[in-house]
């Protein structure tokens, strides 16, 4: 195996895996979450956002756009369809997750770190909720698109188009 495969590989299992976690916010933990009172939905938040923050998540979250990245460049073919793809996987990662990540759900999640619920009244736990759960889970649906889509062009770059010897 060599190394532009190996790198492939891992790029796909780190992108797998933050599409996954993505997917799973998406369609059931974003879904519990809204069913929470105020007070509970932001402490649950504030919560899960501490504890993502950690080297597991960080290695893959910033593993992948670097493994893509990787690969685009052991497979730059401008004749190549499997160049393409890995390419649009990685543009797809570093805008549709990386950028929105940083750029959208963390300033979202940073404001909630600094809100006090213990020391707010009610009407201010309802208008911080008002003001990050929408935004938050747009974005959120966002990241799982484009992460989707990552993932699709890797599997495609890897089922149809085999590496050529060199």
Not at 13 to 18: Q, T
Not at 66 to 72: M, Y
């Amino acid at each position: 195996m060599k190394l532009q495969e190996i790198t492939l590989a891992a790029a796909t299992i780190s992108s797998a895996l933050i599409s996954g976690l993505f997917f799973a916010y998406t369609f059931s933990v974003n879904l519990g979450l809204h069913k929470l009172d105020d007070r509970a939905y932001l402490m649950a938040m504030q919560n899960i956002n501490r504890e993502i923050l950690n080297p597991i998540f960080y290695c893959y979250f910033l593993g992948a756009p670097l493994l893509l990245f990787a690969s685009a460049i052991m497979y730059f073919d401008l004749s190549s369809p499997k160049f393409y793809l890995i390419a649009t996987a990685c543009t797809s990662y570093i805008i549709g997750v990386f950028i929105i990540t940083g750029s959208k759900n963390v300033p979202l999640n940073n404001q909630l770190d600094t809100f006090n619920i213990s020391k707010a009244s009610s009407e201010a736990i309802h208008r911080m909720r008002l003001l990050i759960e929408a935004p938050w889970v747009f974005w959120n649906n966002m990241r799982t698109a484009f992460a989707f889509i990552t993932l699709v062009c890797i599997v495609i770059s890897l089922i149809f188009f085999k590496s050529k010897d060199h």
